[in-house]
T-cell receptor
């Protein structure tokens, strides 16, 4: 029979556009959030992080916004380039438990066309 | 950022054999490492938390006798898939956390693609 898998949301943009990738996290107690980029066949690569006492953090071409009221996280990529094409995951950390792993979101596939 | 390596990067094995995957932290000591499994077009699923010098903590539904984890040193954790079957074919990824106060960032290895025939 036909197999059914989970389909990651896809965002398609033109080179040079700004991209916004959204993520809803699950636990209101989470105190630390990370965005990872994963290219095909590779492990996740750290992009940017933010702690819960902040609502915005900027890096090189990337900005992370945190809205704790609605448990929402977003990643903004300025002047998107073809090399930005990948799957992007948000991850949250729940405090108070030593050695806990990150909880990953489902991921968004970013496709950049030139 | 910190560097985490995995070996091998890919492996093909026959059904019923065992496969060992190594995860190393190259420029820092990691008291805790994590093992994830990722199926195509899906997110990372935590399998177990590997603690140096003690038993690993497995997530619900992960068979500890099938997925043996050994964290014998501060820079090396191994995952052995015993009696592998085709349904174990997946992308296995490890990560390590830098053991500093206030540091929660995890750095990931490049992953190991396991194909069981």
């Amino acid at each position: 029979g036909e197999s059914v898998g989970l389909h990651l949301p896809t965002l398609s943009v033109q080179e040079g556009d700004n991209s916004i990738i959204n993520c809803a996290y699950s636990n209101s107690a989470s105190d630390y959030f990370i965005w990872y980029k994963q290219e095909s066949g590779k492990g996740p690569q750290f992009i940017i992080d933010i702690r819960s006492n902040m609502d915005k953090r900027q890096g090189q071409r990337v900005t992370v916004l945190l809205n704790k009221t609605v448990k929402h996280l977003s990643l903004q990529i300025a002047a998107t380039q073809p090399g930005d094409s990948a799957v992007y995951f948000c991850a949250e950390n729940i405090p108070g438990m030593a050695g806990t792993a990150l909880i990953f979101g489902k991921g968004t596939t970013l496709s950049v066309s030139s | 950022g910190a560097v985490v390596s995995q070996h091998p990067s890919w492996v093909i094995c026959k059904s019923g054999t065992s496969v060992k995957i190594e995860c190393r932290s190259l420029d820092f000591q990691a008291t805790t490492m994590f093992w994830y499994r990722q199926f195509p077009k899906q997110s990372l699923m935590l399998m177990a938390t590997s603690n140096e010098g003690s038993k690993a903590t497995y997530e619900q539904g992960v068979e500890k006798d099938k997925f043996l984890i050994n964290h014998a040193s501060l820079t090396l954790s191994t995952l052995t898939v015993t009696s592998a079957h085709p349904e174990d074919s997946s992308f296995y990824i490890c990560s390590a956390r830098i053991p500093l106060p206030g540091t929660d960032t995890q750095y990931f290895g490049p992953g190991t693609r396991l194909t069981v025939l």
